[in-house]
């Protein structure tokens, strides 16, 4: 039996009482002690500040990110062993791998959005320069810096790894360390990941704490820079939402709570059809999968009134084939509840719903195990309720059964179920199965404002569908209400949870220095040295060339044409060229900024490799037949690449400000040039 640790303030603690006892979800057995009895939690915090914190800071977000794919890495080398603990929690080789693969996967996930998203510097600079001043001197940008305080991730028991790595990930690669505060009943899994994040050496001392146990009264330290995230039952994290001090100093809290999700039948949607088909298998999965123990898994199944008979004979021709029992013995496709406990507290609510629904099937210990050492003290089977006035009757709304539990839900038109969606009074999930195209969305825009996350599963995408209950870390995963109000994952927007966001006011030319990123007004400079000649880490932010000038003849114009094979009539039909609001014959856009590059780029071999894209491309006014124009190109942003194996230089990419004037230094095309260049050193 395995008495879990703590770790925090640098080391390994063992609580100081024997805890509470963890039982074996299959065989009933003790499997492990879990106490946090003896810990210091305001030392927790402030180990995490004082040592965690800066550490994480003295890093770029890439450097941060990188460290994250390194773990990942060494995580999966070593996942089988995750998998043998897994077991423990009931989980069959299926639940293991949407708990462990899933959450490795979500380190991976993050380590790529932040270095596509992101700049390779410790703070974030956001949207466009905001000019507030009429010349321009007075400006405005936004920018994003890590917070000076931790991050307390406390998590539900349904997914000891996931859970964790999926609210640490962001949290790391915004330069705030995080404390993990596992659900004690599954902990002993949590412990023995974090046991090999920490072995790793990857993350900086400090990065990440782990509290096995109570909370105790970490609540009662945590301040303004520090964030607490919660997912699990929306009664206890209302209670945590309150707690008078994360109240009083205004504490980040982002809350996700399980909810009764729901899925809807197309009205459109015939029996033979394969969404038909789909939607059944979907329904059986979520119900079955961690024994329908998922925040996001399927509570509410709404079908149309006529196809109620044949979705119940559906449902139970598949669900009868759903083998239950111990997950290493081979059929078995559902395993245990995480304990006695959460199966009579999911009995208690079967009961509850069924003094308002029929029970179809299950809801009683009349089922069959698979296994040699199998107690059915945990065990629960699938079970289908039938709510035949789901308008009228509030229960099914409002109490959910947390495991292979699932009511049927009869609508009469698109409207009743749009209506019906909604009375779970906020979900994270919610699906549509429906090969219409107009069907879908007016569910989706109907519906929408009552989940965080909906999609829809037809034909066309359900060989690669990631399914109903699956958060994805690009996506937002949260949800209104009762799903907790919150949002985790979402990509980018996930990292900037835990970072400040700050208005920094100033002249351009100090704005730019604050945010190491050119922007229009700022003071520019140039020397002998053409800017193209420059490697990486010697080119200056805010380095300029101003360019010869060209003017453009109608041969340009004829030439491009035939070129381009672009022969619009604004560029070639002088009479149509002069009813147009141009007035006049033009150049082509694309001929402009041909020409500007013509203009601007240093042609003998150098430190620039490559043109790596071309952004915000505008067309400010037409360039016509004997107008001369001129170019100036600015450094604005540059971005240190990592060099991968098969590089044979180190390089970084340069953003180049580029603006096209005509003889009336009008503004006639702006953009942005990104532009591939050599480092000297890795």
């Not at 990930?169 to 004690?184: D, E, N, Q, R």
């Not at 569908?465 to 009762?482: D, E, F, I, M, Y």
Request: glycine content about 10%; proline content about 5%; overall charge negative.
């Amino acid at each position: 039996m395995i008495k879990t640790s703590s770790y925090v303030y640098g080391k390994w603690v063992e609580g100081e009482d024997e805890g509470k006892l963890v039982y074996h979800a299959v065989s009933g057995e003790p499997v492990a002690r879990v106490s946090s009895t003896g810990i210091d939690f305001q030392r927790v915090l402030e180990f995490g500040r004082d040592v965690g914190g800066p550490a994480l800071r003295a890093m770029t977000i890439h450097e941060r990110a990188n460290a994250l794919k390194e773990l990942a890495k060494y995580l999966t080398s070593r996942k089988q062993e995750f998998y043998k603990i897994s077991a423990c929690t009931g989980a069959t080789q299926l639940d293991s791998g949407v708990d462990i693969d899933g959450g490795i996967g979500t380190l991976f996930g993050f380590s790529g959005i932040a270095r596509r998203e992101f700049a390779n510097e410790k703070f974030i600079v956001e949207g466009a320069p905001e000019r507030i001043s009429k010349n321009n001197t007075f400006a405005a940008r936004h920018i994003l810096v890590s917070k000076r305080g931790v991050s307390v991730h406390i998590n539900a028991f349904n997914f000891p790894c996931w859970g964790m790595l999926e609210k640490i990930a962001p949290s790391l690669v915004a330069g705030v360390p995080v404390v993990v505060k596992p659900a004690t009943d599954s902990a002993y899994l949590t412990e023995a990941m974090v046991r090999e994040i920490v072995a790793s050496g990857i993350l900086p001392e400090g990065a990440i704490q782990l509290i096995c146990g109570s909370v105790g009264d970490l609540l009662d330290h945590v301040t303004e820079q520090d964030v607490v995230t919660f997912t699990g039952s929306a009664s206890t994290g209302q209670k945590l939402r309150a707690h008078p001090n994360v109240i009083g100093r205004s504490v980040p809290f982002n809350m996700e709570a399980d909810s009764l999700n729901c899925c809807i039948l197309g009205e459109s949607v015939q029996e033979g059809d394969p969404e038909f088909e789909l939607f059944i298998k979907e329904v059986t999965r979520e119900m079955t999968v961690k024994a329908g123990q998922k925040c996001t898994a399927i509570r509410r199944i709404l079908v149309p009134e006529s196809k109620v008979e044949a979705v119940t004979a559906a449902l139970n021709k598949r669900l009868d084939k759903v083998v239950m029992g111990d997950p290493a013995a081979e059929g078995v496709r559902m395993g245990p509840l995480l304990g006695a406990g959460q199966k009579a507290d999911v009995h208690a609510n079967v009961m509850a719903l069924a003094e308002h629904c029929e029970v179809l099937r299950g809801g009683n210990d009349d089922f069959d195990l698979v296994g040699d050492k199998v107690s059915r003290d945990a065990f629960y089977p699938p079970t289908l309720l039938l709510c035949r006035d789901p308008l009228n009757t509030e229960a099914p709304h409002a109490i959910e059964a947390f495991g292979p539990v699932s009511t049927l839900m009869p609508y009469r038109n698109i409207d009743e179920a749009i209506v019906i969606a909604g009375l779970g009074k906020g979900s994270l999930a919610g699906s549509v199965f429906t090969y219409s195209g107009e069907e879908a969305a007016r569910l989706i825009l109907e519906a929408a404002a009552y989940h965080g996350r909906m999609l829809v599963i037809d034909r066309d995408c359900a060989g690669e569908s990631t399914g109903h209950g699956s958060p994805l870390p690009a996506l937002v995963h949260g949800g209104p209400g009762r799903a907790g109000g919150g949002e985790e994952l979402g990509g980018a927007r996930a990292v900037k949870h835990y970072m400040q966001r700050t208005s920094v006011q100033g002249s351009p030319s100090m704005l730019m220095a604050v945010t190491r990123e050119y922007m229009a007004g700022a003071k520019t400079f140039s020397s002998d040295v053409h800017p193209f000649r420059r490697y990486f880490e010697d080119l200056q932010i805010g380095e300029s060339l101003t360019t010869h000038r060209r003017t453009v003849t109608e041969a340009d114009i004829v030439n491009f044409g035939c070129l381009s094979g672009d022969h619009f009539y604004a560029h070639f039909d002088d009479i149509a060229a002069k009813d147009s609001f141009f007035g006049k014959r033009v150049a082509h856009g694309y001929f402009v900024i041909s020409a500007a590059a013509g203009m601007f780029v240093e042609p003998s071999p150098g430190p620039v490799l490559a043109n790596y894209g071309l952004e915000n491309l505008r067309f400010i006014e037409p360039v016509g037949i004997g107008d001369t124009i001129q170019v100036k190109i600015t450094a604005k942003k540059k971005i240190k690449k990592d060099q991968r194996p098969d590089e044979a230089q180190p390089t970084g990419v340069v953003v180049w400000d580029v603006e096209v004037f005509n003889q009336n230094q009008e503004l006639v095309a702006v953009y942005d040039i990104l532009t591939l260049v050599v480092r000297r050193e890795a």
